[in-house]
């Protein structure tokens, strides 16, 4: 049985075997599957996050999001903990924790955000299981903010090559509420 490391590994490999060209349309195409999900109108906050490497990239989707008056939060890292700051526009991100884009929070003073109703977090992953299940990069961030956060509505973000038909996960892993790719949807919770 392939270990959790090896698993992170295959399914890095499988990402980037997407061509940036593929990656890009697909990422358009989760964009304007989100802009269509039910919870879309009501929600006021979104967490989101900026890609890395192979990652969906949300560009389209924030910008939409914005512009429809929704509130974003990024992520930022501190030591072992996540926290998440409104952004109201890209030049309020600098290079952070892991190259990752994340707010400024040394030269703007930013809101930080605070469980609220209407709440909804896009997650990444390198992969998804078909029961909701998220596999990281292996250091706890989201399964550390998650398990503070539990009345978040939570939505694995990924590619379709991402989803595993088998991986057991194990007992900290919180599941996601549904997993949205360029052509499926998975709802668990």
């Not at 060209?21 to 964009?31: K, L, P, V």
């Not at 550390?144 to 509505?153: I, S, V």
């Amino acid at each position: 049985m392939e270990s959790k490391q090896e698993l992170r590994k295959r399914m890095k490999e499988v990402r980037n075997a997407v061509s940036p060209e593929e990656r890009e349309c697909f990422s358009r195409q989760i964009a304007e599957n989100l802009l269509r999900e039910t919870w879309y109108s009501s929600v006021k906050h979104i967490l989101v996050y900026s890609a890395i490497q192979s990652e969906v990239d949300l560009t389209p989707f924030c910008e939409a999001a914005a512009g429809d008056g929704k509130r974003l939060y990024y992520p930022r890292v501190f030591d072992r903990e996540m926290e998440f700051f409104r952004i109201d526009h890209k030049e309020m991100l600098c290079p952070g924790a892991f190259s990752v884009m994340e707010p400024d929070t040394e030269s703007y003073s930013l809101e930080a955000f605070q469980d609220q109703e209407n709440s909804v977090m896009l997650v990444p992953g390198v992969a998804f299981s078909r029961e909701g299940f998220r596999l990281g990069y292996g250091g706890g961030f989201y399964d550390r903010y998650l398990a503070r956060h539990g009345n978040l509505y939570k939505i694995g973000i990924g590619f379709s090559v991402q989803i595993l038909d088998q991986w057991r996960p194990e007992d900290f892993d919180i599941p996601m509420n549904e997993i949205v790719t360029e052509c499926i949807k998975l709802c668990n919770r």
